[in-house]
């Protein structure tokens, strides 16, 4: 699910574009609302409340009666639903192969790369200190 | 005093045509897109959404297009966007700890576990314009990578807090204090003050932060620890009943470690002042960071001799957009109240007389 919510909307329409889905029917939303974001005191300590982010969320019902949730960060009705959706046929035996394959592990596969970009740029940009003799 | 005054109407009409049309500008010059204003003017965009407390890159760039610019009215427009819609809950604290890091640094180690990365910082610049961006199409040069291991980068403060030399937080699980449904009150706790700085006027506390280094409050601060990159939102959406991830954020943490004395019950160790911040804005976490730890003057028992450590005094004047209401409101009429000071005024010099 977290794949979902952090992907692009176009992202999971572009990679279900080919797939025959079944119908299914919304149960609630898509909607956005918000959700409150909280940090810690000193990183570790007693919560806070940081701000709020918008969020969307959608509840779907297969044809087959699977009830499929989703919450993602932003305004995408469309990705929450496709989320939603995705989420009712992940808990399908039937889809479940089929849907890993063809959604969640490309966007597994991006994500890791998008990540793996990030680390490798700011590697590059990590100081390496030249040994001198004295340095307090 | 406000009297309902009527009339007008037409001279607003023209007023706001008038701003549509100076918002475009030259029409020879090609309409700004949101896209663009997100993905190039991005510590502008991340500005609002500190200070508008409201995390949507697409919403603070349309706020800042529509303001033309203006930052504080933005972020006006982005929390009255934000009373439009309702609130679905709240996520768990942000694990900073395992911050995907873009930037990361310290200047009480020079060598430290996961090292010093500058990331993507205007430090280290000449601040000279470079007029090869006034022309367009100037082409992208790579950026340079090396190879990295994604291990999570430990806190510098969690080092110090290992030797028993820093101050722990207190990891109460109690509900913080929210802003956006309590008013402000006083004495205000720790979540409060935290709150209150993280969506306050970047400017203001750049100011006060300044203040305490220059003598008002007595603090000698080093900057722990600066850390930007992306943290996971993580939500228990009630019908689930277990946390999911929402989303991916970018953050800015700033650990300020100051000296303390002691007191009667604690021994003299390093106290931390906070700073977190929505985005890439690592000024405003530092200054925040700055002015947490001059607010805890009254915990810790310091004397109380500064603006930084007056929690009224700061917590009353951070917030821009209720600064801003109220200094504004100064533009409406008061045609009543100012006739009643005028005849004040004659009646006083006749007197005088």
Known sequence: ??????????????????????????????????????GRAGGDGAAFNLGEMTTTRCTIRTSAG?????????????QAELAALLDALL?????????????????????????????????????????????? | MYVAVKGGEAAIDAAHAWLADARRGDAAVPELTTAQIEQQMTLAVDRVMAEGSCYDRGL???????????????????????????????????????????????????????GQVLGPTFDYTHRLLDFALAAEGVTRDAVPERAADEAAIPRV?????????????????????????????????????????????????????????????????????????????????PELGFAIEIGEIDVTECQMVNQFHGSLTEPPQFTRGYGLVFGSGERK???MALVDRALRAAELGEDITAPAQDAEFVLYHSDNVEATGFVEH????????????????????????
């Open chain 2, 60 to 114: 603070a760039a349309l706020a800042l297009k529509q303001a033309r610019g203006d930052g504080i009215e933005a972020a006006f427009l982005l929390r009255a966007y934000r009373t439009t819609l309702t609130r679905f809950g709240h996520a768990a604290p942000l694990d900073t700890a395992a911050m995907g890091i873009t930037r990361r640094i310290s200047a009480t180690y020079k060598e430290l576990p996961g």
């Open chain 1, 66 to 78: 699977q009830v499929g949730h989703a919450y993602v960060a932003g305004r995408d009705g469309r």
């Open chain 2, 330 to 353: 100064l533009k409406l009429p008061h045609y009543v109240d100012f006739q009643s000071e005028l005849e004040n005024i004659r009646a006083m010099r006749r007197n005088a007389v």
């Open chain 2, 157 to 237: 403060s969690e080092l110090l807090a290992r030797e028993g030399l820093m101050q722990r937080e207190e990891a109460a699980e109690a509900e913080p204090s929210d802003l956006t449904r309590e008013p402000l009150a006083f004495p205000a706790d720790r979540s409060a003050r935290l709150q209150n700085l993280a969506r306050g006027d970047e400017g203001f506390l750049l100011g006060l932060g300044y203040s305490t280094q220059r003598g008002y409050g007595n603090a000698h601060p080093f900057v722990g620890e600066i850390r930007q990159g992306g943290v996971m939102v993580e939500f228990t959406p």
């Open chain 2, 285 to 287: 976490a530092m200054a």
């Open chain 1, 1 to 38: 699910m977290g794949l979902l919510a952090r992907a692009k909307g176009d992202a999971i329409a572009a990679l279900v574009a080919g797939i025959d889905l079944p119908t299914h029917t919304r149960i609630r939303g898509p909607e956005t609302g918000l959700v409150m974001l909280r």
């Open chain 1, 91 to 136: 808990q399908d035996a039937d889809w479940h192969d089929a849907m890993m394959a063809a959604v969640i592990e490309p966007l597994n596969a991006a994500e890791r790369a998008r990540h793996a970009l990030r680390a490798r740029r700011a590697a590059a940009t990590r100081v390496d200190f030249l040994a001198m003799a004295t340095m307090r």
